[in-house]
Each structure stands twice: as C-alpha cells, then as structure tokens.
C-alpha cells in the first residue's frame, strides 16, 4: 500500500514563500512522475507542476518563474517551492505520484490529501 503526506501548507502573504513536501511510503518498486495540482472553490483540479523520474519538469504557466518543483529520490519527497505567492494561488494542493509497486506490476496514481495554501492580499 502507498501512501503520500504533504505538508508545509499554510497562510501566507502575497509576495511571501511557502515550500510544499509530498513523501511516499510503502510499498514503492519504481517513483515515475510526481507532481502537484491544485484546486481553489469552485473550480476544477488543475496541473501545477511535475518532474519525471529523469528530473525533467514542467510548470502550468500561471506559476512558470515563480514556483520550483524538485524531489529527493532517496526521501522519495518531492517538494513544491512558491515564491511571489499571489492571492490567486489561495488553493488546496495536491500531491499525485505514478508508482510502480513491484516488478510485477503495473504503475498506478496515487493522490496526497491535500494541504491548504492560503494568500492574503
């Protein structure tokens, strides 16, 4: 069974920093593509960032220049770093992961529980 736990949500001003962390446990044959969605009220669940297993990345382009996604593949930990927070990034962020769990089997997605990020204006 794996399991995903974020943390590092919180409030924020806008112009400030928040650095969202995603580890996965259990049981983990191969870590593919990681990465962080989000959804505000009201709307639907949009892409915020990935990195593939090779490191590459790519960003939404409401937070292109602003936002960092890495990871750590011996935490198994991908971390989301915001800088210049916006109002408009006020959202609950999620993890998702496409784990293999054994050589036998077939990958599946996993999602976090979401951590809310807030920013005031």
Same mark, same amino acid.
């Given at each position: 069974?794996?399991?995903?736990?974020?943390?590092?949500?919180?409030?924020? $001003?806008?112009?400030?920093?928040?650095?969202?962390?995603? #580890?996965?446990?259990g049981s983990i044959f191969s870590l593919n593509t990681m990465?962080? =969605?989000? %959804?505000?009220?009201?709307?639907?669940?949009?892409?915020?960032?990935?990195?593939?297993?090779?490191?590459?990345?790519? =960003? #939404?382009?409401?937070?292109?220049?602003?936002?960092?996604?890495? +990871?750590?593949? #011996? +935490?198994?930990?991908?971390?989301? %770093?915001?800088?210049?927070? +916006?109002?408009?990034?006020?959202a609950v962020y999620y993890c998702h992961a496409q784990i293999?769990?054994?050589?036998? #089997?077939?990958?599946?997605?996993?999602?976090? $529980?979401?951590?809310?990020?807030?920013?005031?204006?």
């Amino acid at each position: 069974q794996v399991q995903l736990v974020e943390s590092g949500g919180g409030l924020v $001003q806008a112009g400030g920093s928040l650095r969202l962390s995603c #580890a996965a446990s259990g049981s983990i044959f191969s870590l593919n593509t990681m990465g962080w =969605y989000r %959804q505000a009220p009201g709307n639907q669940r949009e892409l915020v960032a990935f990195i593939t297993s090779g490191g590459s990345t790519n =960003y #939404a382009d409401s937070v292109r220049g602003r936002f960092t996604i890495s +990871k750590d593949n #011996a +935490k198994n930990t991908v971390y989301l %770093q915001m800088n210049s927070l +916006k109002p408009e990034d006020t959202a609950v962020y999620y993890c998702h992961a496409q784990i293999t769990p054994n050589r036998l #089997a077939n990958f599946n997605f996993y999602w976090g $529980q979401g951590t809310q990020v807030t920013v005031s204006s």
